[in-house]
């Protein structure tokens, strides 16, 4: 089946910092969401991506669709300590019925 | 307040008991979804529903079971044939985005201990 390989799958870093995170697929997608998750609680939407080539911000965050469609990246700008969290890639099926989801990445910031 | 509301939000049970955990939804979203998370997995898709009356296997789907009688609930129960159950599990529902339903919002989750 589909699936997203999302790297790294943990990353340390000081406060002030710039962050990358990537999603890879072997197939194609229509749509890229970039989600985060605080420790105990459900995933918080950050970015919907929609087109190929799109770059989408929001606040110090900033993602965008690939051009092949298999692809996505998510920069995080001048970190703070509370960006701590697991931060997902998401894609929609092939059928258009449900999101599948990267393994995450692990954030750590440490002031 | 709008949202999606999933209870308990810690669950403990006995091993060979089943467990119905809950999710309500007042965002009128006719799709909703649930998955299971894993350290280090990400999340798996147990079931959906696209709509009342019909639901549909996710990739994980064995040992679990789903009814979604209304369009604000769609409970989990996770029987005894589950044979790994403890995990954190969310409910989610897909709403409009620029593109219909391609957008998915998430309830708080549900821990659940097999102890």
């Known amino acids: 089946g589909q699936q997203l390989n999302q790297s790294p799958q943990s990353m340390f870093i000081q406060e002030g910092e710039d962050v990358s995170m990537n999603c890879t697929s072997s197939s194609i997608f229509n749509t890229w969401l970039w989600y985060k998750q605080d420790p105990g609680e459900g995933p918080v939407l950050l970015i919907a991506l929609y087109k190929a080539g799109e770059l989408t911000s929001n606040g110090r965050l900033t993602a965008q669709f690939g051009i092949t469609r298999k692809d996505s990246f998510l920069n995080i700008s001048a970190s703070i300590p509370s960006d701590v969290g697991i931060y997902f890639c998401a894609g929609l099926n092939q059928a258009g019925t449900a999101l599948i989801f990267g393994k995450g990445t692990t954030l750590s910031v440490s002031s | 307040d709008g949202g999606i509301t999933q209870s308990p939000k810690y669950l403990f049970r006995k091993e060979g008991q089943n467990v119905t955990l809950s999710c309500e939804q007042n965002l009128n979203h006719d799709a909703m979804y649930w998955y299971r998370q894993d350290p280090g997995q990400g999340l798996r898709l147990i079931y959906y529903?696209?709509?009342?009356?019909?639901?549909q296997k996710g990739d994980i789907a064995e040992g679990y079971s789903v009814s979604r009688e209304k369009k604000e609930s769609f409970p989990l129960t996770v029987t005894s044939a589950q044979k790994n159950p403890t995990a954190f599990y969310l409910c989610a529902t897909q709403g409009q985005g620029r593109i219909m339903n391609t957008e998915a919002f998430f309830g708080q989750g549900t821990r659940l201990t097999v102890v």
């Open positions: 529903s696209q709509i009342v009356n019909d639901f």
